[in-house]
């Protein structure tokens, strides 16, 4: 196996939220390694817990760097806590350079309140990267007196594109509830393998009244 997933956590959703988060990236994943990063102990492969010590953009990267240091393979995916991954397609992408770092271009996100999926243009929480080349990033970024929220400029990034989509599902609950999608791509009611957003929203929060905005 080439690649372990690497699932990072500050245990801020509601938890029955984040247990099928949980549940759905097992499906997707098949027998790949997992290593789960996270505040609170959790049974979800192998498990390192860093204890409370907050949500920000420091402590995404020291818990994907603990992880990254604790993994084996050349290659690593990231896994979040609030997005749902396909069944192919993403976790069996197989870059060209094993010294970069690819995310992935077909990326959607869906809130609780929208009616529709709108496009984002890309996350770190839709990437593959070589294992040592990120462990680099990351102490690279560290290592900085100022720095940006982003471990890598667009620049230093390359690109792939699954045939179906990842999708980051913004609760409120987590970092960040702000956004940013592409205005010049219309929103869309369905996407392959996860159908409506409506059917989507009800299968992880149960019977919800939506209001598109």
Not at 144 to 169: G, H, M, T
Not at 177 to 200: C, H, K, M, Y
């Amino acid at each position: 196996m080439m690649i372990t997933v690497i699932y990072y956590t500050s245990n801020r959703e509601d938890e029955a939220f984040e247990q099928k988060i949980r549940e759905r990236l097992l499906d997707s994943i098949g027998g790949l390694p997992l290593i789960s990063v996270s505040q609170k102990p959790i049974d979800f492969g192998k498990n390192i817990c860093v204890g409370d010590i907050g949500t920000s953009d420091l402590n995404v990267y020291r818990q994907l760097l603990i992880g990254c240091e604790a993994a084996e393979t050349p290659l690593v995916a990231t896994a979040e806590a609030d997005c749902l991954y396909p069944p192919q397609g993403y976790f069996d992408f197989v870059p060209d350079d094993i010294d970069a770092a690819y995310r992935n271009k077909n990326l959607w996100v869906l809130k609780p309140r929208w009616s529709t999926f709108r496009k984002k243009e890309y996350s770190l929480s839709a990437q593959i990267a070589g294992r040592k080349y990120l462990i680099m990033v990351i102490k690279r970024w560290f290592a900085k007196e100022w720095r940006r929220k982003d471990i890598l400029s667009r620049e230093e990034l390359r690109f792939f594109e699954s045939d179906l989509p990842c999708i980051n599902i913004k609760t409120g609950s987590g970092m960040r509830d702000f956004v940013g999608t592409e205005e010049n791509v219309i929103p869309v009611e369905r996407l392959p393998n996860w159908g409506s957003a409506q059917d989507l929203k009800e299968s992880l929060f149960g019977l919800i009244n939506t209001h598109t905005s």
